[in-house]
């Protein structure tokens, strides 16, 4: 069995039981794969029924420490393609390095763990600032992202507390999932459920938007213009949902 | 006049301040709409590259004083413009829930006098924190001259206050703003600095420096720092490289702003501040300003070679923030490692050292990255020079870090 492509039922807590199995059986796979995977010629799909503990959790924070484990589930979100094999070769390290396992960057699983959860945060912290809304004729406040990694679930706590008075929803265009918010909690649901095609943008809309506009057309000083710097700290790949950036584009 | 019209020439003439920060604020927030983000967070990047957090305006531009570097000095024949206190609410509010900013930038010309734009600056806030329940980050000047009674209710409603220098010394200041007294901002520093606390003031002071509008050097500004941070605990001193607005005999006739030094500055006040340097280290009477080619720490190192290369794997915390090319991070990650495992020159690139400028300094292991004949100042100088302007890389930008 050595040397198979094993599938995880996509949740995060579905893969540290898988893990925890394969560590247990001393089992190396030779690849780790949700259920959208298709396999090609040579690959020998095993499908493990495993009862599944929530226990696992804490099992894995004790083992390498509640730091380690939020890092592991960032790489989770990430859109690395073989972020499974890095967390299961970080577990199995993990298990004699334990709660120093981090300071261990000579270890290519270390390295790009903490690689890929730095590049999830990254993300999420941009996106906290880059985020725009409109409002809607409801008065409901509505923005689309197009994040590289499923960051959706980490950006709507903070907008839970920054905006608890509004409803608003935030949508990923790329997974075409969306984050609701209905001044108590936030649900994250599936795009296919929700439609907002006949739903118009509020009268007062357009008047702050271009306030919006004028005022940034108006902030940049003219000797001092710095395309490139502005392009390293804003990448053109957030422009597209930036009100502001609509006539550079 | 409409709004929008305001609104530009409102923000127009406030974007000379170089302040945007929007970090280190720990208030809670229970009610109403915001909250701050003690990392701070920018939510745009202007055409220059520069951080946009806040909506940055002033309440009017009317100005009794006449600074000569000032866009808004009184003889200027440019359109005037006032906000109601309930304009700004109007737009701050408008901004923030639709998460184009993180708060508010107030700044006024003088109207009147001292006292009576504080209170238009207090009646506004007041309004914004009390009516619109506001919770985000407010950023306001404080009016030098004005009553004390005043600046405490103007600290409690805000998250930074700031009072600019304006220029490094007294002469200066009589040369360019004789209106201005530095000695009543000062007074401000202090006052500021004995009452801050969780209510007032929460994130701490700032200031600012015009650099090249007078003929100080690099030295008599880099000593005017260091002596705000020790005196009054600044949390930033802001440097921003003149840009010629107004004509007049007393100002000099720039054909740039002096982007350079400024990034110099900014270089060397990170230095003081987080990496253990004195003044004196860096700059004396005898060699007074910044060498425009190499960064501030990389001169040091280089005019104390004899305490280099320094073997990373037994240096000290301090002797490692002392090496080109190692920060506060990667100085950190390198001290938990190698208690760990054995570093070689690999790992140190994925810590984040930035090899290309640290391998000219640093043993790993007792091994120097290049052939150890190369040790020498001029080939050492040479490089760091050209690392820095190959063209591609060449970047004038005004430092930044989340954490201040």
Same mark, same amino acid.
């Given at each position: 069995m050595n040397n198979g492509c094993f599938i995880y039922e996509d949740t995060f807590l579905s893969l540290l039981n898988l893990i925890h199995y394969l560590l247990k059986n001393a089992i190396k796979p030779d690849k780790i794969k949700n259920t959208s995977y298709s396999p090609n010629l040579f690959d020998e799909v095993v499908h493990l029924t495993i009862l599944e503990e929530k226990e696992i959790f804490n099992k894995v924070i004790q083992l390498i420490g509640s730091y380690a484990t939020r890092a592991l589930y960032y790489v989770f979100l990430s859109n690395e393609e073989n972020k499974e094999l890095i967390l299961y070769y970080l577990l199995l390290n993990g298990q004699k390095?334990?709660?120093?396992?981090?300071?261990?960057?000579?270890?290519r699983c270390v390295s790009e763990t903490i690689r890929i959860s730095n590049y999830v945060i990254h993300e999420v912290h941009k996106y906290k600032g880059f985020v725009r809304f409109q409002e809607l004729e409801n008065h409901i406040l509505y923005a689309e992202v197009e994040p590289v990694n499923d960051v959706l679930e980490l950006i709507a706590p903070h907008f839970k507390k920054r905006l608890k008075n509004d409803y608003w929803i935030i949508k990923d265009v790329r997974r075409n999932r969306l984050s609701l918010y209905d001044k108590k909690n936030y649900y994250l649901v599936s795009?296919?459920?929700?439609?907002?095609?006949?739903t118009l943008k509020s009268h007062e809309e357009q008047k702050v938007e271009e306030l919006w506009k004028a005022f940034y057309k108006t902030i940049g000083i003219q000797e001092r213009k710095n395309e490139r710097c502005r392009m390293n700290f804003m990448p053109k790949k957030y422009w597209k949902y930036m009100l502001e950036m609509e006539d550079e584009l | 006049m409409e709004l929008k019209e305001k609104l530009q020439i409102l923000a127009d003439s406030a974007k000379y301040d170089a302040s945007c920060s929007s970090s280190g604020s720990h208030r809670k927030t229970t009610h109403g709409i915001g909250n701050v983000a003690v990392s701070g967070i920018c939510h745009s990047f202007s055409s220059d590259g520069r951080c946009i957090s806040l909506l940055k305006? +002033? +309440?009017?531009?009317?100005?009794? &004083?006449?600074?000569?570097?000032? +866009?808004?000095?009184?003889?200027?024949?440019i359109k005037r413009a006032i906000f109601t206190p309930e304009e700004i609410c109007e737009v701050t509010i408008n901004f923030y829930r639709r998460n184009y900013i993180e708060g508010l930038f107030l700044s006024s010309g003088i109207v009147k006098s001292p006292d009576y734009t504080m209170e238009l600056l207090i009646e506004t806030l007041r309004l914004l924190r009390k009516k619109y329940h506001f919770g985000g980050y407010i950023h306001a000047k404080a009016i030098p001259g004005a009553s004390e009674k005043l600046l405490k209710e103007l600290g409690s409603l805000v998250d930074r206050l700031s009072a600019n220098i304006e220029l490094p010394t007294e002469n200066g200041l009589k040369l360019l703003?004789?209106?201005?007294?530095?000695s009543k901002v000062h007074k401000i520093m202090q006052y500021v600095k004995t009452n801050q606390n969780n209510q007032y003031v929460p994130a701490g002071q700032s200031t600012q420096m015009i650099i090249g509008a007078t003929k100080e050097s690099d030295l008599e500004i880099m000593e005017k720092s260091s002596h705000l941070y020790d005196t009054y605990h600044l949390k930033r001193v802001f440097y921003s490289a003149y840009i010629p607005v107004n004509k007049d005999s007393l100002l000099p006739s720039l054909e740039k702003p002096p982007l350079k030094r400024e990034n110099r500055l900014y270089q060397a006040d990170f230095l003081l501040r987080f990496y253990h340097f004195k003044v004196k280290d860096l700059l004396n009477p005898d060699n007074p300003n910044f060498n425009i080619l190499v960064d501030p720490k990389a001169d040091w190192a280089l005019r104390h070679l004899d305490e280099f290369p320094k073997e990373v794997t037994t240096s000290s915390y301090h002797d490692l923030l002392k090496i080109p090319g190692i920060g506060v991070k990667s100085a950190k990650r390198i001290i938990y490692s190698r208690r760990v495992f054995k570093l070689c020159f690999d790992d140190l690139k994925k810590m984040g050292v930035v090899l290309k400028r640290a391998k000219y300094f640093i043993t790993c292991g007792g091994k120097y &990255? +290049?052939?150890?004949?190369?040790?020498?100042k001029e080939f050492i100088e040479k490089n760091l020079v050209l690392e820095e302007f190959i063209p591609e890389k060449k970047e004038f930008e005004q430092l930044r870090l989340f954490n201040e």
């Open positions: 390095y334990k709660d120093k396992i981090l300071f261990h960057r000579h270890l795009g296919h459920e929700f439609s907002l095609e006949t | 305006i +002033l +309440l009017t531009n009317c100005c009794i &004083f006449d600074c000569k570097y000032c +866009l808004n000095r009184k003889n200027n024949t703003a004789p209106n201005k007294d530095s &990255f +290049l052939d150890s004949s190369l040790f020498k």
